[in-house]
């Protein structure tokens, strides 16, 4: 059955947790946004496969189906079960964007999103992890939940890494970005 009717009273309940929580926790938000970008990032691996984008000879939505992954270990983390983002999988993204930095033109300004649908969609997705990073700084700060140092790192890269591929995405497109006129 898709439906428990155990929320119906505007409370959810967490891993480990006997006790249920209010739908608006601080810890339901970060769930929340968590949920959120990692269901968009389905959208983002749907359009970078249609377009059969490859970089370093991997698949970008290859790529985003890994990030996806991580992000499962996060929530999981997040809602209290014994999973931690290890030290490799910080290091695998960083690697990812200062390969993808090296392949672009420098960065002089900001960029006005839209270059391409998927372009976009990456910049969309971008915005939505800095939610969910924040969400989750949030539960760490409030200490209803310790975060691992490498999953508030992963956090902070993985809008590094849309960037980079919202970028890429463009770039493989032929389309150059365009600068605000700040008119």
């Known amino acids: 059955m898709l439906y428990t009717k155990r929320g119906d009273d505007g409370t959810t309940k967490t891993f480990g947790c ?18 959120e970008i990692n269901s968009f990032l389905g959208m983002c691996k749907i ?15 290859d790529t985003v189906h890994g990030i996806q992954e991580t992000l499962f ?3 999981a983390e997040l809602a209290g079960a014994d ?16 390969e993808i930095e090296i392949a672009m033109p420098p960065i002089k300004t900001f960029f006005i999103s839209g270059g391409t649908e998927l372009g976009a969609t990456f910049d969309v997705a971008r915005t939505m992890a800095r939610r ?5 700084v949030g539960v ?28 890429l995405s463009n770039h493989l497109s032929g389309i150059v970005e365009t600068p605000p006129s700040y008119k």
């Open 18 to 35: 006997d006790q249920r929580i209010s739908k608006s926790s601080a810890i339901a938000e970060a769930l929340g946004a968590m949920d």
């Open 47 to 61: 359009k970078s496969a249609e377009k059969n984008f490859v970089f370093n000879g991997e698949n970008i939505s």
């Open 73 to 75: 270990i996060i929530q």
């Open 83 to 98: 999973k931690k983002v290890g030290e490799e999988k910080v290091l695998e993204l960083e690697k990812l964007i200062n």
């Open 132 to 136: 969910a990073e924040r969400r989750v």
């Open 140 to 167: 760490s700060e409030e200490g209803q939940r310790p975060i691992g140092d490498n999953t508030k790192k992963y956090l902070n890269r993985l809008s590094s890494i849309l960037y980079a591929l919202a970028r």
